[in-house]
């Protein structure tokens, strides 16, 4: 729970008891939680001190433990709630715990080919990719660039505009270039000469500049390469956005957040079936919540971080599974 808007220090692990279910909703025992920069970037926007403490944490999966009167999973397509699914939920509040009771609209039944990790590290940045890609309009056959290609909304997207056929020039660092290619984009590094290099590379004219990253150099780079400023769409650089007359998104947004409800139980649809991966960068235990977030909102992280809760006692330390 965040107990102030300033920053890390203000997030603590509590002790609080778990509602029981309502009509419409579910207890689920939290087996993993995504980690994204999201869940310290809406804590520092707050500043009402009656939000206090505010619950931390917007993707899980885990278990059914409880079910409420007329609770039906997936906003009705998977049927009613049961003991003992396992499930996945995206845009709860308070993900980071042992337990959560939420409407049940917003879980949706995992396959047992999905790994809980996969499952809680898969919806934000799912997304938001695929609003992206939407958006952008871009058909079967076009080229977009994409900064920040390499993290965990970049590879999303990579995975699912090749689906769509689209060529997508993914920029990184450099040594972020094979994890570039492997999901389906053409790599292009970061530094002086971006622009020149992004073009040699193209196979035709740029569609449109996708932004994950909210660099100065990706602003500039993709002001130079797309005259449509309706097609230059960042979720990272909401000023430069108004600054230049270009396309911002957030999951706040009204449109976004009905298009990125919309898109949840295709997304698990395509990872329980294999077209889709999440790359796991690093998990932690509850206990070390805070250096998770550190780590991704602070540092940066190259692929998911994902919050591991219940199952065997393990060490606080994280793990890298930067290999997976």
């Given at each position: 729970m965040?107990?102030?808007?300033?920053?890390?220090?203000?997030?603590?692990?509590d002790?609080?008891?778990v509602?029981?279910?309502?009509p419409?909703?579910?207890?689920?025992?939290i087996s993993?939680a995504?980690?994204?920069?999201?869940?310290?970037?809406?804590?520092?926007?707050?500043?009402?001190?009656a939000l206090?403490?505010?619950?931390?944490?917007?993707?899980i999966?885990?278990?059914?433990?409880?079910?409420?009167?007329?609770?039906?999973?997936?906003?009705?397509?998977?049927?009613?709630?049961?003991?003992g699914?396992?499930?996945?939920?995206?845009?709860?509040?308070?993900g980071?715990?042992?337990?959560l009771?939420f409407p049940?609209?917003?879980?949706?039944?995992l396959?047992?080919?999905?790994?809980?990790?996969?499952?809680?590290?898969?919806?934000?940045?799912g997304c938001?990719?695929?609003?992206?890609l939407?958006?952008c309009?871009?058909?079967?056959?076009?080229?977009v660039?994409?900064h920040?290609?390499s993290?965990?909304?970049?590879?999303?997207l990579?995975?699912?505009?090749?689906?769509?056929?689209?060529?997508?020039?993914g920029?990184?660092g450099?040594?972020?270039?094979e994890?570039?290619?492997?999901f389906?984009?053409?790599?292009?590094?970061?530094?002086?000469?971006?622009?020149?290099r992004?073009?040699?590379?193209?196979?035709?004219p740029?569609?449109?500049a996708?932004?994950?990253?909210?660099?100065p150099?990706?602003?500039?780079?993709?002001?130079e390469l797309?005259?449509?400023?309706a097609?230059?769409?960042?979720?990272?650089?909401?000023?430069a956005?108004?600054?230049?007359?270009?396309v911002?998104?957030?999951?706040?947004q009204?449109?976004?957040?009905?298009?990125?409800?919309?898109?949840r139980?295709e997304?698990?649809?395509?990872?329980?079936?294999?077209?889709?991966?999440?790359p796991?960068?690093?998990?932690?235990?509850?206990r070390?919540?805070?250096?998770a977030?550190?780590?991704?909102a602070l540092?940066?992280?190259?692929g998911?971080?994902?919050?591991?809760?219940?199952?065997?006692?393990e060490?606080a330390?994280?793990?890298?599974?930067?290999?997976?």
């Amino acid at each position: 729970m965040a107990h102030g808007f300033t920053g890390l220090d203000d997030f603590v692990l509590d002790q609080r008891a778990v509602p029981a279910p309502g009509p419409g909703e579910i207890t689920v025992a939290i087996s993993a939680a995504g980690v994204n920069p999201a869940d310290l970037k809406h804590v520092r926007r707050a500043a009402d001190p009656a939000l206090l403490p505010m619950p931390i944490g917007y993707e899980i999966a885990g278990t059914v433990t409880a079910v409420g009167p007329g609770a039906r999973l997936g906003c009705g397509t998977d049927g009613p709630a049961a003991l003992g699914r396992r499930v996945a939920a995206f845009r709860v509040h308070g993900g980071y715990a042992e337990a959560l009771t939420f409407p049940a609209a917003d879980a949706f039944v995992l396959a047992e080919t999905v790994d809980d990790e996969s499952a809680a590290g898969l919806l934000l940045a799912g997304c938001t990719a695929a609003e992206l890609l939407h958006r952008c309009g871009a058909t079967a056959g076009q080229a977009v660039v994409l900064h920040g290609a390499s993290g965990a909304v970049g590879t999303t997207l990579l995975q699912l505009a090749r689906r769509a056929g689209v060529v997508v020039i993914g920029t990184a660092g450099p040594q972020r270039q094979e994890a570039v290619r492997r999901f389906g984009g053409i790599p292009v590094p970061y530094g002086p000469g971006l622009t020149a290099r992004i073009r040699a590379v193209a196979p035709g004219p740029i569609t449109a500049a996708l932004d994950c990253a909210g660099t100065p150099e990706a602003i500039a780079t993709r002001l130079e390469l797309v005259a449509d400023r309706a097609r230059i769409i960042t979720v990272a650089a909401a000023p430069a956005a108004s600054e230049h007359g270009l396309v911002f998104l957030s999951g706040s947004q009204p449109d976004s957040a009905a298009f990125r409800d919309g898109v949840r139980g295709e997304l698990l649809h395509l990872l329980a079936a294999g077209a889709l991966e999440v790359p796991i960068a690093r998990t932690f235990d509850l206990r070390a919540a805070r250096d998770a977030l550190e780590l991704v909102a602070l540092s940066g992280s190259h692929g998911k971080v994902v919050l591991r809760i219940s199952g065997p006692p393990e060490s606080a330390a994280p793990r890298d599974e930067s290999t997976r």
